[in-house]
């Protein structure tokens, strides 16, 4: 298949976008990577999303898919040669899928919530909702894993790719509260299990440094500031 | 292998009545054909089996196969479609079944959340709910079109999870006066509400239109009344989903 036929539309520091980077390439499928302004949408993002407006968009031959988890569900339907991103059982798959929902809609917001907390009382709450999530996810990877590395057993699979997109921004929230969010001494395996994500040849350089988004969390928080206060005037 | 009253195959479905969410699961059951046994839960008094069977979220629906619980009704539908392979409610073709689950998650994340609010808004709040609402359902019936149902010919997994919009949504908004689904605003969806309440498999699981309406009296409209009862029942309902 031509580099071509396959676009991805996205924005490198979004950890949507970097799912489906993920996948891409463990499936090795070519791709061009056209990097979206999400201040300033282009053409081709409105016309391919023109219900939601965002990355990432996947391109194939002149197909648009969106959102994020379709979009992995789909590379893995239609690349469906090993490595298998979803597990082959409908159970095994319904534990993923509902893992899945869980970070998204229940567990990565909490890290949002650490981020905007002023005070040390509420960012210490908010960590501690952290934990409490994080204590399921541990027992969710111990059942997963069967003993072996990934959420998806020895190769990455689903989990590891909706899970681990956010370890760049769980990183940059440690740095910029000081707070630890993955704690050896409190998810032992969760820890072991983001080491080796982040060196697997898949997922090595696709998410920015932490250093990076410390400094767009920075540039949010400038920018809000702002606005509130012309707002307020 | 015979996927219909096998001796192996245990079903049971723990939900409440009012749920949208239960009734996406009762329908898919029903298109399959699947004899299941249904636990009505009380929602201020929940079960011990819907604690154990759900521990992380303690809410309907819980589908049980065979003893193992399924939880949070997109996930339910997805694997009652893969595990009983009879008319199916996806489409086989990835790229078109991408496309179905694009537009379930709008129906459940962008369109539910919207015309849920209408119902518990003060009338300080309705017009803006409304406006919301209003601009949702647009959206639906353009992607509906010329089609009779979202999944084409016959019921499909939009369309399910759609089934608040379908039956529950008129017959409330008709019981508080509310103005939102029109007939004149959105034929096409109008249409396809028509229809898909008089499906088999979808009529079998609507519950009463005067149950439903003494649940959503207009007396509680706007009063404080609304708080209470809004929480117990939100006790269940997926809250909004955070935006991606």
Same mark, same amino acid.
């Given at each position: 298949?031509?580099?071509?036929?396959?676009?991805?539309?996205?924005?490198?520091?979004?950890?949507?976008?970097?799912?489906?980077?993920?996948?891409?390439?463990?499936?090795?499928?070519?791709?061009?990577?056209?990097?979206?302004?999400?201040?300033?949408?282009? @053409?081709?993002?409105?016309?391919?999303?023109?219900?939601?407006?965002?990355?990432?968009?996947?391109?194939?031959?002149?197909?648009?898919?969106?959102?994020?988890?379709?979009?992995?569900?789909?590379?893995?339907?239609?690349?469906?040669?090993?490595?298998?991103?979803?597990?082959?059982?409908?159970?095994?798959?319904?534990?993923?899928?509902?893992?899945?929902?869980?970070?998204?809609?229940?567990?990565?917001?909490?890290?949002?919530?650490?981020?905007?907390?002023?005070?040390?009382?509420?960012?210490?709450?908010?960590?501690?909702?952290?934990? @409490?999530?994080?204590?399921?996810?541990?027992?969710?990877?111990?059942?997963?894993?069967?003993?072996?590395?990934?959420?998806?057993? @020895?190769?990455?699979?689903?989990?590891?790719?909706?899970?681990?997109?956010?370890?760049?921004?769980?990183?940059?929230?440690?740095?910029?509260?000081?707070?630890?969010?993955?704690?050896?001494?409190?998810?032992?395996?969760?820890?072991?299990?983001?080491?080796?994500?982040?060196?697997?040849?898949?997922?090595?350089?696709?998410?920015?440094?932490? @250093?990076?988004?410390?400094?767009?969390?920075?540039?949010?928080?400038?920018?809000?500031?702002?606005?509130?206060?012309?707002?307020?005037? | 292998?015979?996927?219909?009253?096998?001796?192996?195959?245990?079903?049971?479905?723990?939900?409440?009545?009012?749920?949208?969410?239960?009734?996406?699961?009762?329908?898919?059951?029903?298109?399959?054909?699947?004899?299941?046994?249904?636990?009505?839960?009380?929602?201020?008094?929940?079960?011990?089996?819907?604690?154990?069977?759900?521990?992380?979220?303690?809410?309907?629906?819980?589908?049980?196969?065979?003893?193992?619980?399924?939880?949070?009704?997109?996930?339910?539908?997805?694997?009652?479609?893969?595990?009983?392979?009879?008319?199916?409610?996806?489409?086989?073709?990835?790229?078109?079944?991408?496309?179905?689950?694009?537009?379930?998650?709008?129906?459940?994340?962008?369109?539910?959340? !919207?015309?849920?609010?209408?119902?518990?808004?003060?009338?300080?709040?309705?017009?803006?709910?409304?406006?919301?609402?209003?601009?949702?359902?647009?959206?639906?019936?353009?992607?509906?079109?010329?089609?009779?149902?979202?999944?084409?010919?016959?019921?499909?997994?939009?369309?399910?999870? +759609?089934?608040?919009?379908?039956?529950?949504?008129?017959?409330?908004?008709? +019981?508080?006066?509310?103005?939102?689904?029109?007939?004149?605003?959105?034929?096409?969806?109008?249409?396809?509400?028509?229809?898909?309440?008089?499906?088999?498999?979808?009529?079998?699981?609507?519950?009463?239109?005067?149950?439903?309406? +003494?649940?959503?009296?207009? !007396?509680?409209?706007?009063?404080?009344?609304?708080?209470?009862?809004?929480?117990?029942?939100?006790?269940?309902?997926?809250?909004?989903?955070?935006?991606?």
């Amino acid at each position: 298949m031509a580099a071509s036929d396959v676009k991805l539309l996205g924005a490198r520091p979004s950890p949507f976008v970097n799912r489906v980077q993920f996948a891409l390439n463990l499936k090795s499928i070519d791709h061009e990577f056209i990097p979206q302004n999400l201040a300033e949408k282009s @053409e081709l993002l409105l016309k391919s999303n023109p219900v939601h407006k965002k990355v990432p968009v996947l391109i194939h031959g002149d197909q648009p898919i969106s959102e994020s988890l379709v979009i992995v569900q789909y590379i893995d339907e239609v690349w469906s040669g090993p490595p298998s991103l979803l597990p082959s059982d409908p159970y095994d798959r319904a534990t993923a899928r509902f893992w899945a929902a869980y970070i998204d809609e229940k567990w990565f917001p909490l890290v949002r919530d650490l981020r905007n907390a002023t005070d040390e009382q509420s960012k210490a709450a908010a960590v501690e909702k952290l934990f @409490e999530g994080l204590k399921l996810l541990e027992d969710a990877f111990v059942n997963s894993s069967k003993g072996k590395g990934f959420f998806g057993g @020895e190769k990455l699979g689903f989990l590891d790719i909706v899970l681990g997109c956010y370890l760049g921004w769980v990183r940059a929230g440690e740095i910029f509260t000081g707070l630890k969010i993955l704690d050896e001494t409190k998810t032992p395996a969760l820890v072991g299990w983001a080491e080796r994500f982040a060196s697997h040849k898949a997922v090595d350089g696709v998410i920015p440094e932490p @250093e990076e988004l410390v400094n767009l969390i920075k540039k949010f928080q400038a920018r809000a500031a702002a606005a509130a206060d012309a707002s307020s005037k | 292998m015979s996927s219909r009253g096998s001796k192996m195959e245990e079903v049971k479905l723990f939900g409440y009545w009012v749920s949208p969410f239960c009734r996406s699961v009762e329908i898919a059951l029903n298109i399959k054909g699947i004899q299941y046994e249904y636990i009505e839960e009380d929602l201020t008094n929940k079960s011990p089996q819907l604690l154990q069977y759900n521990p992380v979220y303690k809410k309907i629906p819980v589908l049980l196969h065979n003893g193992k619980p399924i939880v949070e009704s997109m996930v339910i539908l997805e694997y009652i479609d893969e595990t009983w392979k009879n008319n199916p409610i996806l489409p086989e073709d990835p790229f078109e079944k991408a496309r179905a689950r694009f537009w379930a998650n709008f129906v459940d994340q962008k369109c539910f959340p !919207a015309l849920w609010k209408t119902i518990w808004s003060t009338s300080e709040q309705y017009e803006q709910n409304k406006a919301e609402a209003l601009e949702r359902l647009k959206v639906l019936e353009n992607e509906l079109g010329g089609k009779r149902f979202f999944g084409g010919d016959s019921i499909g997994m939009v369309d399910i999870v +759609a089934n608040f919009i379908g039956f529950s949504f008129r017959t409330i908004q008709e +019981a508080l006066k509310l103005d939102v689904f029109t007939e004149d605003n959105f034929p096409k969806l109008w249409e396809w509400a028509e229809n898909f309440a008089n499906c088999s498999p979808v009529k079998k699981c609507l519950p009463p239109q005067d149950k439903l309406i +003494a649940n959503f009296p207009p !007396a509680y409209m706007g009063k404080t009344l609304v708080s209470s009862f809004q929480s117990r029942l939100q006790l269940q309902f997926h809250p909004p989903a955070a935006a991606k």
